[in-house]
């Protein structure tokens, strides 16, 4: 048995061990909540006025393609008028033009909407069956090529043969584009065989199985006039040149 | 004296974690939050201990440890089994503290009377 004082001596000494190992602690904890809420890298910083100066210029370059679009139009018309020669050389032009994804296109077809849960996944979840990855827009553009779309888009963003669509984090890149769902993909071509060809394909039904057991929004409709902006890449395809 | 030395560990620990942090995992600090908890009642109930004249070193010791080490289990248990187990700590552990409060202010109430 210990004496009251020793008792006392031992009381105290534990307690500030304790106090300081709980302390401690307490700011451990505190510190990440800290650190997200108000402190940002100076590196960061730098890069997201890079990024933002980047999106201005990539605005303004979109813009001027239009302007100049345009302007190219206002050209060619009054060329075709010149001569029935140029006339007929200007319509075969503007036919390979919209058969490369170079102008905008409208008619009947169907349009499929993406969106991710509205549901917060709780610890012991799998996230990912909660949002719309990459991947299934990859798969959704690819079935409806198979059943005949003639053109597609992803948002306001035309996809091409040779369009990039990639995850970049929380977003999905299309034609380096940056998305957020909800993800609306339309597509010209026989709505009749393409809504049943889309809404029987496997891939959709389990996108139907993720909407009704984890809250994500999947749904295709036919639409009789779908708008698809013309592609702004006129070089997407620099690299290729006919073979001699 | 027992005031004193509880605030200045806690001032000494607070400016120790904020000078030398150790970074904990996101997914991590929940646990760490039930492991302070037990933590919390502990130093209450040695407190207490000493105001009623029962408190035994070894027990404040290995009541600090384990139970912070097994609430944090129970909350890791429980979110692998899928259920709410780390509850069971707060409610255990909550309750206990307001408890040990309790007794403290009465032993203290007393003094000053």
């Given at each position: 048995m210990m004496s009251p004082r020793k008792n006392r001596i031992a009381f105290l000494i534990a307690l500030f061990v304790l106090v300081i190992s709980f302390g401690y602690l307490l700011a451990v904890q505190f510190e990440p909540t800290i650190n997200q809420a108000y402190v940002v890298p100076d590196q960061n910083v730098e890069l997201v006025e890079i990024m933002k100066g980047l999106e201005l210029e990539n605005a303004k370059s979109v813009e001027r393609i239009v302007a100049l679009r345009s302007r190219l139009n206002e050209l060619e018309s009054k060329a075709a008028a010149t001569s029935d020669e140029v006339r007929l050389l200007t319509q075969r032009l503007q036919e390979d033009r919209a058969a490369a994804g170079l102008s905008d296109v409208a008619g009947e077809g169907v349009i499929v909407t993406l969106g991710d849960s509205t549901r917060t996944p709780t610890l012991?979840?799998?996230?990912?069956?909660y949002v719309i990855h990459d991947g299934y827009l990859r798969m959704m553009v690819n079935l409806m090529r198979r059943y005949g779309a003639s053109a597609i888009a992803i948002n306001d963003q035309r996809v091409l043969a040779n369009s990039p669509i990639v995850c970049a984090g929380p977003i999905i890149l299309v034609n380096s584009s940056k998305m957020s769902p909800p993800y609306v993909i339309r597509a010209l071509g026989e709505p009749e065989a393409l809504f049943r060809g889309i809404s029987q394909d496997v891939f959709f039904k389990i996108l139907t199985v993720y909407r009704d057991q984890f809250g994500i929004t999947c749904s295709i409709q036919k639409d009789v006039q779908i708008a698809i902006p013309a592609s702004?890449?006129?070089?997407?395809?620099?690299?290729t040149k006919g073979a001699r | 004296m027992v005031g004193f030395v509880t605030v200045c560990g806690l001032v000494l620990g607070i400016i120790a974690g904020v000078l030398h942090p150790v970074h904990i995992p996101a997914i991590y600090s929940k646990y760490v939050g039930l492991a302070l908890l037990a933590g919390m009642d502990s130093i209450l109930g040695g407190i207490k201990g000493y105001l009623k004249d029962s408190f035994d070193a070894t027990v404040f010791f290995s009541g600090f440890l384990i139970n912070s080490l097994i609430a944090a289990l129970l909350g890791y248990l429980g979110d692998q089994l899928g259920i709410d187990l780390y509850l069971a700590a707060v409610v255990v552990f909550g309750s206990r503290m307001f408890q040990n409060i309790a007794v403290i202010r009465r032993v203290l109430l007393k003094k000053e009377a």
């Open positions: 012991s979840d799998d996230a990912n069956y702004l890449d006129n070089r997407a395809l620099k690299y | -």
